[in-house]
């Protein structure tokens, strides 16, 4: 053996090592990891210790390397081992042929290598000991490169877009430096890619997967490693495995659990007061299985938004799968009454879509009013003082800024504390009016009230002074009202007023105005607003109109800065004078008073003066402050009153006007540093609405510090914007810790910068400035439409809509309104919801298109939208088209099966089914369905109206999308049982969801609404009732009832347990049922064997069915121990009895049988106790009858005489009152004991029935008096005779000798005619079997199977024999059975071969039935017998019949006996065992035994009783302990019925043209088989012999029919037959035989035979039938002149033989499964025809024209 070098082999990751053989040189290239190790672990073999291999690892070429083989005994005993050294001259060993190791020793065996190339080697060393032999393996291997990682690794789940990450470890499993490089496509990603492994070094390997798409991905990730710099690499693979899924990511409202209140895209704020901030949160949930990356950001509009009033606090994350991330959003409104709209756009890195967020919040303002808005302080004296109070309130829940603009440091005649401040929310402060006159004048002012974010309020001060010198007239609040009321009508106010004029109220809102003239008021149209702009511009009277255009006074300038100049060629002086102008533009003359303060630094001079209409005089305004270093501000107010106005009767007195003149300056030295501002300006950028509209705006300038501020506009930094601004006040001095209100008033233009420009605020007139950002450009109104402009619905149905949703949103920073417009004649075809409505700045809106087309064609249609700003109605309207195409097609809704066949369904039950329905068309079709339901069963009565529908549609109304398929889910329930029809039809759905089309159908469901049902299709007896006939057996337990029931509806009263349940209180449960059946068990003596019944039930449904029988017990329910009454009735004590010892018993008493299942349920009743037992057994089907079985048993004594009737009522076979010679009829009478029964029969009553009938016998008994032997039946025949067409009863009593009379009710009809031309002329209940409904199985346990159990030949004529095939089949696998048939009872009719046999295991056997009529009309009920005994059970009585004997042989002895005639036994009369047959010692016949009397009773015939010696008793005792003679195996029975109805052929011929054709060549005489007698012998006639019996006749007929096969193949036989085709036929048929004469009377007729062979009919006028056999009929009394015609049929009756025969063996063949009768028949190509034998003689075609006529030979 040489070691074998093994060449370079390339290594996986995954492939086994394998070991290669030994002694053969290997060589091996640089692998992979499969390098295999030096195993360095000892074993133990036979008990000795060693190493199992050898492995040499680090060698080099020319050298010697030398290992130790250590041996140890580790044994108890000495080893003696063989030593075989290595074969190859690579391995050496010096090493003895034979070691011996002690126990404990051990031996070294050194063991060179010796390399010659660089490869691997292999070779062993081999040892034999006394317990085996054992190797150990020497191998020398070469270093290789070897990495280790494993075969799969498994990916995390990973979402789209998205990366995960893995680690597995890289090894460097050689002892060599291993670089490797990883070779990778997407979507997976190893890092690192390359490098270089030291030896056992590892190095972990991240596996990066980014996958694009939702797939599962398997890729082979490659890993060539090696040499440095080698090309020639090694590989290995690992496969990398990921799954890929799609993030989904949903909002959700953490204020709700329902899915149905979620919050969905929209978050609302509501209305948050300004300044304020609200926060509201939402979820992020992630339903999906893998984590989601998601951003949160601004969604892009094309709007570009100044400031974002929204915040979010999250912007981005992660979700882990089945986690949620809650975020919040802040709302911080800027503006009051606007409200705000943004969009958040959630988007999922991966997802398919994006997740919108609306977000949407209004801001609210203060909202504050005064309680009064007029103090009348009344008449004052000059130098006095008056105080008044009124409330500011606050409803609104923000905080309310607000200032007065008045002058409260002593400039002004009013003073109201204080002046600025702030307003609680819902809240309200008290503010002091005081006024404080300095002349002699009648004062009046209209103080506003500037409100931050509202429109200013105005409150109405007056007052009058008195002096001592001046009086004028007293101020009052009416005056103004009156004043109002005719400046308002441009009346001149000296004009009069009425009387009714002058009269004054007060409004709803608790103002001063005329009586009647409350509605004048909105006649004044100026916005608060407007009012105090003006007022503070001097310009304007404070009560005029605004639709003046000229105001009373005036006062240029209204504003006036002293020291404000930074030039610095300007130097501040101490006193500086500025002028003011008062213009009066009314036609009166005026005078002028100003307000004088003693410390105010401005003074204005003249005071006073007059001033002439229409004329304008100039003032000067002095600034002379005290200190110096500081700051002054003051609002100078002059009152202009007319000169002459006294209060006149019926004329106007009219108030004073007021003018203001602001003025600040300030005393700082050039060089003193003035004080550094503290302010802030809320808000910081203002935003004017972007219309050409003039528009005000509100900003509160707060003064932080703790020195006054003094601020002015200055207008150099925006010199050509500022002037579109207007702000008020534009200069003004701000106490510490105190506001200043700013009003800022523009028009927006188009030219304007859109991001806004600024305005300085000049503060403490030094270069500090406060900038305030006003945007105030105009916008172009702007919506976007979806699609471009261009909206295209989907194909939809004629008559049908379509409904579509299409956004708008306002990319404009203008609230509009909206309005869709239609032209009318296409306002049919399209409409919108809504059609108007409101768009706020970036709001989305979601309309609703809808489309009905009325035609089959393309629509174009158009439609407007109007826009417009919401602040300017019905102006600046813009236009957009939006172009719409739809159109509008056919729909059509098909199913895909037009029948759908749902099955068989529990009646009460409900199964869900789905109906695919299918649209093809190109449109959507909206439908509505319905259903019509339909019983397709005519016997069931159906009343539409009132029967309710047994189809459920969970959906009648929907729609399918075109080219789609939509499950209609529905549920069927039926409610009786019948098969349903129900017709879905759909009606198509017009765009007012009305129907528009008839109905019509789309598919029908049909269903079969059934009960579980139950059959009986086979009955066995055992034990006592073994012998009886199934037929009898089927009478006792009422089969035909039980399954009549079982098959029958179930009335609601039966399904009020449709399930097993206990609903009983009693131990006789209630029954729901009136379904009740007695069982017999018929009647035996007492300790006879059990009576079994034997039912097998077949479940004939589709559906499974839960049988129970249910005890008493079973249904009771368990009652507590105090409840029971402890009182029985002698039900309830009966039903105990037997309960207690269990004499009636079932099993199995429940089960499950699924369809077509089959189950034998074993009844058994206990002849234990004599006297009558009943016990109810209820047989419960699940959803199904409930039948009451009521038990009943007989036990009789031993010497009582019993005959038991099966059925106290027969009904007789319906006979013609034109039948001649109708059948005789049997009744059976079964004596159950064990005594002969003698019976007679009352013929007094049939008799009598005689005499009614005009003395015709209408019922004769032919054997009224008969005995029926022990566990025997006896037949009672009867012909019955009807003379009129008729129902006949007729009581009969049936006495039996020494017991009780029976009284049996007989029935039976007689007919008109003879119904033979019908289907079935002669059906009779009690002749014919049932049909056989399924094929049947055999019992437990049964040993043969007979293929049919019952043999109906139905109508025959008398004379005539029938044949038919039986199968036995041994359903044993191991063990062979002996048969018999027993013939005695019927031998003159029946006749089966082969009459006995034995079967082998799992064999068939072929038996042959010929039954032959008698000469009179009969109805057959034959009961034969097949007794069948295993050999294993003959065997064993074989054994021990024998051991039985020796045993005898060993103890017999002689007893001596003083009267041996007393006690000798008599032999018992047993039944006679007809087995074995032909093996085992005969069986031996007995008598009947004596009775057995009770001891101490006397012997029969009046001997005394004597008493046993002690001899006697030790001999009794000794013949007990002596072994009984065993009993022979009793044998099985099988029962095979047998019915037939024998007629004459008078009454069978002329009707019956199907069947008289199969008995025309048959009907001979066949004479009756009687007992060998000389008269049958000499009555048979001379003539010629008749074809051979027995087996003679079974030999021709085998070598026949070889002979005819071997003819048929001969060819020259087949060119004859050519020939023999143009010859005449040498033979003809026989003339049919002439017509019987008519029949004689009645009451000549006998049904003895001989007599019946005398009369008219004679049987040479009939033809018989052949046997089975093939056995001739012979005439009875045949004459000499018809022997030819007998000569002429019997070749045809031996070709009735051979036929059969051969019909006998392909039936044998096919049970054997040697031929297959239902395979397709094979074709056979004949050669060519020639023409001569395609011409067909006249003879030939008169032959096939008689054989077709019907003169053939019928086969059996």
């Known amino acids: 053996m040489l070691a074998e070098a093994r060449g370079p082999e390339p290594l996986t990751s995954r492939a086994p090592w394998k070991p290669s053989t030994p002694g053969k040189e290997i060589k091996r290239q640089r692998g992979g990891k499969n390098h295999r190790k030096a195993s360095s672990q000892r074993s133990c073999l036979f008990g000795l210790e060693l190493n199992p291999e050898l492995v040499w690892e680090d060698w080099e070429l020319g050298m010697e390397f030398t290992k130790t083989l250590l041996l140890k005994n580790i044994h108890s005993k000495l080893q003696k081992l063989h030593v075989r050294p290595p074969v190859s001259k690579f391995f050496s060993a010096i090493v003895p042929q034979i070691i011996v190791l002690s126990p404990g020793t051990s031996f070294s065996i050194p063991i060179c290598f010796r390399p010659v190339q660089r490869c691997e080697y292999e070779d062993c060393i081999e ?103 080698d090309e020639a690499k090694s590989c290995c693979n690992v496969l990398l495995q990921g799954l890929a899924k799609y993030p989904f990511i949903q909002l959700r409202d953490p204020g709700t659990t329902d899915e149905k209140q979620q919050c969905g895209p929209e978050l609302h704020f509501g209305s948050v007061p300004i300044g304020q901030s609200l926060q509201k949160p939402f979820d992020i949930f992630n339903p999906s299985p893998v984590t989601a990356s998601f951003s949160l950001s601004r969604s892009s509009s094309g709007l570009h938004l100044l400031d974002s009033e929204f915040s979010c606090d999250v912007t981005r994350g992660k979700v882990a799968p089945g986690g949620s991330l809650r975020a919040f959003v802040t709302y911080t409104p800027a503006e009051v009454d606007t409200v705000s709209v943004e969009y958040l756009s959630l988007k999922c890195r991966g997802a398919l879509n994006e997740t919108p967020l609306k977000l ?108 001592e010198l001046q009086q004028p007239v007293i101020l009052k609040p009416e005056h103004l009202v009156l004043y109002k009321l005719h400046w308002c009508r441009r009346l001149d106010p000296q004009d009069t007023l009425t009387q009714e004029e002058n009269k004054v109220g007060l409004d709803r809102e608790g103002m001063l105005c005329p009586v009647g003239e409350q509605s004048h008021r909105a006649q004044d149209k100026r916005t608060p607003m407007e009012e105090y702009y003006e007022t503070c511009l001097g310009c304007m009277d404070p009560l005029s109109c605004s639709s003046l255009s000229f105001p009373h006074v005036s006062v240029e300038p209204s504003e006036l800065l002293f020291n404000h100049k930074l030039a610095s060629s300007l130097l501040p002086t101490s006193t500086s004078c500025q002028p003011v102008s008062i213009t009066n533009h009314t036609g009166g003359k005026l005078s002028l008073v100003w307000t004088a303060s003693r410390d105010s630094p401005f003074t204005v001079s003249p005071l006073s003066c007059d001033l002439a209409p229409l004329k304008s ?77 003039l528009s005000y705006r509100t900003v509160l300038f707060r003064n932080c510090g703790d020195l006054p501020l003094s601020f002015c506009l200055d207008p150099g930094s925006t010199p050509a914007l500022a002037e579109s601004v207007s702000v008020v006040p534009s200069c003004g001095l701000i106490q510490p810790g105190k506001h200043q209100i700013l009003t800022l008033r523009s028009t927006p233009s188009e030219d304007g910068p859109k991001h806004g420009f600024s305005l300085h605020l000049r503060l403490n007139a030094a270069k500090d400035t406060k900038k305030l950002t006003v945007v105030s450009v105009v916008e172009k109104l702007c919506i976007s439409l979806e699609g471009d402009k261009r909206f295209r619905f989907q194909p939809t149905a004629v008559g049908s809509r379509t409904r579509r949703s299409h956004h708008i949103r306002n990319l404009g920073r203008v609230p509009l309104r909206f309005q869709w417009s239609i032209p009318e004649p296409d306002q049919q ?156 039809s759909y009606q198509m759905l017009n765009s007012s969801g009305a129907v528009s089309r008839p109905p019509q159908a789309v598919c029908e469901v049909r269903a079969k609404g059934v009960f579980p049902t139950l059959r009986v299709i086979d009955v066995c007896g055992g034990g006592s009732v073994g012998r009886l006939s199934k037929g009898h057996l089927w009478k006792l337990f009422s089969v035909d009832s039980l399954n009549e029931h079982m098959l029958s509806n179930t009335s609601p009263a039966g399904l009020a347990y449709r399930t097993t349940t206990r609903n009983s209180l009693s131990s006789c449960p209630s029954v729901f049922s009136k379904a009740m059946l007695d069982c017999n068990f018929s009647a035996n003596p007492m300790n006879s064997k059990p009576s079994v019944f034997e039912l097998m039930f077949h479940n004939p449904g589709s559906i499974p069915v839960d049988w129970a029988f249910l005890f008493p017990a079973d249904q009771q329910l368990e009652m507590e121990y105090w409840a029971e009454t402890g009182e029985f009735s002698s039900t309830e004590l009966s039903q105990m009895k037997v309960k207690d ?8 008493r429940s089960g499950t049988l699924l369809p077509g299942q089959q189950r034998a349920v074993h009844f058994t009743y206990s002849h234990d106790f004599v006297g009558a037992d009943r016990f109810p057994v209820t047989l419960k089907l699940s959803h199904g009858r409930e039948i009451l079985l009521n038990l009943q048993g007989l036990t009789l004594e031993k010497d009582t005489p019993c005959l038991h009737f099966a059925s106290r009522q027969h009904v007789f076979t319906s006979v013609s009152i034109e039948d001649c010679a109708p059948p005789k009829q049997v009744y059976e009478l079964n004596n159950c004991g064990a005594v002969p029964v003698r019976y007679e029969v009352d013929v007094s009553a049939l008799a009598q029935l005689k005499v009614d009938n005009f003395n015709h016998p209408v019922l004769v008994c032919l054997n009224p008096e008969g005995e029926v032997l022990p566990g025997k039946t006896a037949m009672l025949e009867w012909i019955f005779s009807p003379l009129e067409a008729k129902m006949y009863h007729m009581d009969v009593s049936i006495s039996v000798q020494g017991g009780d009379s029976t009284l049996v009710r007989f029935e039976g009809c007689g007919l008109d005619s003879p119904t033979l031309d019908s289907a079935k002329p002669f059906k009779f209940s009690d002749t014919e079997a049932p049909e056989p409904c399924v094929k049947r199985a055999p019992f437990p346990g049964q040993v043969v199977f007979l293929s049919e159990d019952s043999v109906s030949l139905g109508n025959i004529p008398i004379y005539s024999q029938s044949s038919r095939i039986l199968f036995l089949t041994n359903l044993s696998h191991t063990d062979s059975v002996h048969y018999k048939w027993d013939e005695q009872s019927y031998q003159q009719v029946v006749q089966i071969h082969p009459e006995k046999g034995i079967l ?50 060993r103890r017999q002895f002689t007893l001596t006996d003083r009267n041996p005639s007393e006690i000798q036994g008599v032999p018992m009369d047993e039944e006679p065992v007809s087995v074995p047959w032909g093996k085992g010692p005969p069986l031996r016949k007995y008598k009947t035994l004596p009775p057995i009397f009770a001891r101490g009773r006397c012997e029969p015939g009046g001997s005394i009783c004597t008493r046993m010696t002690r001899a006697q008793r030790q001999a009794q005792r000794q013949a007990q302990r002596e072994k009984r003679r065993p009993e022979p ?80 193949e001969d060819p020259a036989f087949i060119l004859s037959l050519i020939a023999l085709s143009s010859r005449p036929i040498t033979y003809h048929l026989p003339p049919p035989p002439p017509p019987p004469p008519d029949c004689p009377a009645f009451s000549q007729l006998s049904p003895d035979p001989q007599i019946l062979s005398s009369g008219p009919v004679d049987r040479r006028e009939q033809r018989g039938t052949a046997d089975g056999e093939g056995t001739a009929g012979r005439w009875g009394n045949n004459s000499p002149t018809q022997s030819p015609a007998h000569a002429v049929n019997a070749p045809a009756d031996l070709s009735e033989g ?28 004949l050669p060519p025809v020639c023409t001569r034998t395609r011409k067909m003689s006249k003879a030939m075609v008169e032959e096939s024209e008689l054989w077709r006529d019907g003169d053939e030979p019928a086969g059996t």
């Open 1141 to 1148: 010892n269990h004499l009636f018993f079932i099993s199995p």
């Open 360 to 467: 949407i919040g209004n801001g609210v303002g203060p909202k504050v009013s005064l309680t009064s808005s007029v103090l009348d302080f009344g008449c004052v004296e000059e130098g006095g003082a008056v105080v008044q109070t009124v409330e500011l309130v606050n409803s609104a829940p923000v905080e309310a800024f607000y200032q007065w603009d008045l002058d409260c440091t002593g400039n002004s005649v009013f003073s109201i504390q204080p002046a600025s401040g702030t307003v609680c929310p819902h809240g309200h402060f008290t503010l002091k009016a005081v006024y404080k006159p300095t002349q002699p004048i009648a004062h009046h002012r209209r103080v506003t009230c500037i409100v931050l974010h509202r429109d200013p309020i105005f409150l109405d001060l007056i007052g009058t002074c008195h002096s």
């Open 829 to 984: 075809l399209i409409f919108v919801e809504p059609d108007a409505g409101e768009l706020h700045p970036n709001e989305s809106s979601v309309q609703i298109w809808s489309f009905s087309p009325l035609y089959e064609k393309t629509y174009t249609l158009k439609a407007t939208l109007s826009f417009w700003p919401i602040q300017t109605p019905g102006c600046n309207k813009s236009h957009l088209t939006l172009n719409v195409v739809g159109l509008g097609s056919k729909g059509l809704i098909e199913a895909e099966k037009a029948v759908v066949d749902v099955g068989d369904i529990l009646v009460g039950s409900c199964r869900a089914i789905q109906v695919p329905l299918v649209n093809n068309s190109p449109c959507p079709v909206s439908f509505c369905l319905s259903v019509q339901q339909m019983l397709l069963d005519e016997d069931l009565p159906y009343d539409p109206g009132t029967e309710p529908k047994a189809l459920r549609l969970d959906c009648e109304r929907g729609t399918i999308v075109s080219h789609s398929k939509m499950l209609l889910r529905s549920t069927v329930r039926p409610h009786r049982r019948g098969r349903y029809l129900w017709t879905i």
């Open 1400 to 1449: 082998r295991p799992e064999e068939s056997a072929l038996c042959v039935l010929t039954f032959t009529s008698t000469d009179y009309p009969t109805c057959y009920q034959l009961d034969v017998i097949c007794q069948m005994i295993q050999e294993n059970a003959l065997t064993q009585h074989r054994d021990a019949l024998q051991s039985w004997e020796e045993e005898k042989e």
């Open 1529 to 1608: 195996p009793r044998p099985a029975l099988l029962h095979l019925g047998l019915t037939a109805h024998s007629h004459r052929p008078l009454g069978y011929l002329p009707h019956p043209p199907d069947r008289s054709r199969e008995h025309r060549r048959r009907v001979r005489s066949v004479e009756p088989r009687r007992p060998e007698s000389t008269e049958s012998s000499t009555s048979c006639p001379a003539g010629p012999p008749s074809t051979p019996r027995g087996p003679e006749r079974d030999v021709a007929v085998r070598v026949l029919t070889s002979l005819l096969r071997g003819v048929l």
């Open 1698 to 1725: 051979v036929l059969l025969n051969t019909l006998q063996n392909l039936m044998m063949e096919a049970v054997r499964g040697e031929l297959v009768l239902t395979a397709h028949p094979r074709t056979v190509i």
């Open 617 to 693: 005089t100039s003032f000067r305004v002095t600034y002379d402050p005290k200190q110096i270093n500081t700051l002054h501000g003051a609002q100078l107010e002059c009152f202009a009153y007319c000169k002459d106005n006294p209060q006149i009767e019926g004329r106007l007195l009219c108030p004073p006007w007021c003018v203001t003149v602001r003025v600040i300056g300030h005393s700082f030295q050039q060089s003193k540093e003035h004080f550094l501002p503290r302010c802030s300006l809320q808000p910081y950028r203002v935003v004017f609405p972007a219309l050409g509209v």
């Open 127 to 229: 040892f034999q000991g006394k317990d085996g032999s054992f190797q150990v393996c020497l191998r020398a291997i070469i270093p290789c490169h070897a990495l280790e990682v494993p075969d799969s690794v498994l990916l995390p789940l990973c979402a789209v877009e998205n990366s995960s990450k893995t680690n597995f470890l890289l090894k460097n499993v050689s002892k060599l430096q291993t670089c490797f490089q990883w070779k990778c496509t997407a979507p997976f990603q190893l890092s690192p890619e390359h490098g270089l492994l030291k030896p056992s070094q590892e190095c972990p390997i991240t596996v990066i997967f980014r996958p694009q798409e939702a797939l599962v991905y398997q890729q082979q990730a490659s890993c060539r490693f090696g040499e440095e710099g």
